[in-house]
């Protein structure tokens, strides 16, 4: 099967949407002296995919669901190309109930709102105004709306916020402490089984009642983040 080029896209991390600003809490975890070399990068990288990119990719896959019509449950109302105010409102309450770092729900509607300007300037579409009108809706979100603008599934939409989960850090910890590009793709090529079951169970729940989304709790990246935002110097935002 041929992955329409509008998808690959919205995973390449050249789009313009200010993700090269983030390091999904590499720096603040190179900072502590946690992630020093390539096997701490890999565990990084593996617990980071379970916790957060878990939480990420059903998100992402619910939003999806949302803006096809195609979900149930309280966030379906208003779904579909017209998706309304009220489905988005729950699922960004959802998203936020999933972040207990204010840093990280910063971090995450940051990403929204740029990812969403981006989007926006390549597919306007009526499904992206209705997220316009949050002054900035979580990242997950804005993917999983731009996916099913494209044309992509829930479950397509999981595997990106999945991959996204772990090459976003892993291109940080290339710019941060110096790593081998060759071998830290090694490292992410290792995981790819492991992207793919995470993809596989996030987009599982995409269809049902957003209140059941997976919601694996990450405490050490929510700490990272508030220790992060309080640095004196800082390479990136997040």
């Known amino acids: 099967m041929t992955l329409p080029a509008p998808l690959l ?30 096997p701490s990068l890999a565990a990084f990288l593996h617990g980071r995919l379970a916790t957060a990119g878990l939480v990420t990719a059903a998100l992402s896959a619910a939003a999806c669901a949302l803006a096809a019509g195609t979900a149930n449950g309280p966030a379906s109302a208003g779904g579909g190309a017209g998706a309304g105010h009220e489905g988005w409102t729950v699922l960004d309450a959802e998203a936020d109930a999933r972040m207990p770092s204010p840093a990280g729900r910063r971090a995450s509607r940051a990403q929204g709102r740029s990812l969403l300007r981006a989007v926006r300037g390549m597919s306007p579409h009526p499904v992206l105004d209705a997220l316009g009108a949050f002054p900035a809706p979580h990242h997950p979100l804005v993917l999983g709306a731009a996916v099913a603008v494209a044309g992509g599934s829930p479950a397509e939409a999981a595997s990106i916020g999945a991959y996204g989960a772990v090459t976003g850090p892993a291109s940080a910890a290339v710019r941060l402490l110096g790593l081998d590009p060759l ?47 309080q640095a004196d110097l800082r390479l990136f935002e997040s």
């Open 9 to 38: 896209l919205l995973a390449d991390s050249r789009l313009p949407a200010g993700g090269h600003a983030h390091s999904g809490g590499l720096e603040p975890a190179a900072g502590t002296g946690a992630v020093t070399d390539l």
């Open 183 to 229: 071998a830290v793709h090694r490292v992410l090529a290792e995981l790819a089984s492991q992207v793919d079951a995470v993809a596989a169970e996030a987009a599982a729940s995409a269809g049902g009642d957003p209140e059941a989304l997976p919601a694996a709790s990450a405490p050490a990246l929510d700490v990272l983040a508030e220790l992060h935002l």
